[in-house]
């Protein structure tokens, strides 16, 4: 399992008709980044870069742009994501095995994406669950007293729906 998150390809000429229609149009970046995360999955390094060459902007603004809005993301974010609670109830209650687990599960580190980009893993503070704990959530469905047995099944789940 490596410590950083796979890298994402994606054809940057697929952006082009649409860079070019916003560019130099006052707010034209907002409709080129949105077209950008929905061609691309996300507003990686590299489409920051192309965008900033082809629109004459700085990266510097397309990355603030990036970051400021919760629509766009940085990397490629997966079909289902899967948030282990390491909040102090689920912690103590051994949530971070069932991290470890669910790490060894998808063969990806935390805030990664899977390759087939079905499952992205995040840790989160809290989902307010704490008499269920150890809990996770996979898109809003909570999942409580876990045990490192049951991640399998659970992610096999979300697996066989794609």
Sequence with gaps: ????????????????????????????????M????????????????YISQKTGEPVT????????????????RGRHTVSMCMGTACYVRGGAKIF?????????????TTNDRLFTLEATRCIGCCGLAPAMMIDGEVY????????HGIIDKYRQKG
């Design 1 to 32: 399992m490596s410590t950083v998150c796979s890298t994402h390809k994606c054809d940057l000429s697929l952006l082009d008709s649409v860079i070019e229609q916003w560019k130099g149009e006052q707010g034209g970046l907002l409709p080129i």
């Design 34 to 49: 949105q077209h950008a995360q929905e061609v691309c999955g996300c507003i990686s390094e590299d489409v920051q870069h």
């Design 61 to 76: 603004k397309i990355y603030g742009i990036a970051t400021f809005y919760s629509q766009f993301t940085l990397s490629p």
């Design 100 to 112: 470890e687990e669910l790490q060894k599960e998808l063969e990806i580190e935390p805030g990664c």
């Design 144 to 151: 409580g007293r876990l045990t490192t047995d049951l991640i």
